[in-house]
């Protein structure tokens, strides 16, 4: 049974932290240790006059520290292990998020995990912002690479396909990832120009394919074909190209 008992606790110069849906039971709730996350966005608050802004160290402080809990930080009561989540999205220009979040009903890491990386382009490591990464088996879960090609997804199931677009690559999908315990990290994802979307006219019709597009395209092709691997789980997945995708399969690409 879901009782509506719910906590808050507060510390000065910390996110408060708020537990939801706690379960009823017959005995004590022991809940451990209750770590409070310290708000590096509440320093630019000036006593008795205005906020001064929040300088670039404050930002990358902050950003950092609460990717680390979302990833590591959790709470078991009644057997349930339950991840946080902050009250709001990041907002730099914001006073920062007030709360910290475990619910005991919504946010049980038996069902639900997190698969994070940086994307990169595959020809010069440069890192992508902007690139949206999509949980296929579930189109309401989905991300986009910050300003430094970082990206964390929550996704669930006992199988995951990811798809990864970025403009003028090939669209890559990852598929088949099997259910674990902890996050996974894809560290960097490479994406690979498509040079042959160089003949593509807005509002017109495409133009013939160039004998230079088609060299360019079918060099890298088979550069990446022998040299790009992604590793998860201690595999090293082999790539495969169909049509305008890069695709690495969990059960059919191991490479040897």
Request: proline share 4%; with cysteine; charged share 30%.
């Amino acid at each position: 049974m879901i009782s509506n008992r719910e906590l808050e606790i507060y510390f000065v110069g910390c996110y408060a932290i708020r537990l939801l849906n706690i379960p009823e039971g017959d005995k004590t709730i022991d809940l451990g240790e209750i770590k409070m996350l310290r708000n590096h966005l509440t320093d630019h608050i000036v006593i008795g006059g205005p906020s001064l802004p929040f300088s670039n160290e404050q930002i990358e402080r902050d950003k950092k520290l609460r990717m680390d809990v979302l990833e590591n930080y959790r709470i078991n009561i009644s057997e349930n292990n339950v991840k946080p989540y902050f009250e709001a999205e990041y907002n730099p220009k914001s006073h920062g998020d007030k709360f910290l979040i475990f619910d005991f009903e919504n946010h049980q890491t038996s069902s639900r995990d997190d698969i994070k990386g940086r994307i990169i382009l595959y020809e010069t490591n440069e890192t992508l912002p902007g690139a949206t990464i999509f949980d296929l088996r579930n189109n309401k879960l989905g991300a986009t690479s910050d300003r430094y090609g970082n990206f964390n997804l929550e996704v669930k199931g006992d199988k995951r396909d990811l798809q990864i677009d970025f403009v003028g690559c090939y669209r890559i999908r990852i598929i088949n990832i099997p259910k674990t315990d902890k996050a996974i990290d894809l560290q960097d994802i490479k994406m690979v120009l498509n040079h042959l979307e160089d003949h593509l006219v807005a509002g017109g019709p495409s133009r013939p394919f160039s004998e230079e597009q088609t060299v360019k395209d079918k060099k890298l092709r088979t550069d990446v074909l022998e040299n790009y691997r992604v590793n998860i789980l201690g595999r090293n997945l082999k790539p495969s190209f169909e049509g305008q995708y890069l695709v690495f399969d969990f059960d059919k690409n191991e490479n040897e």
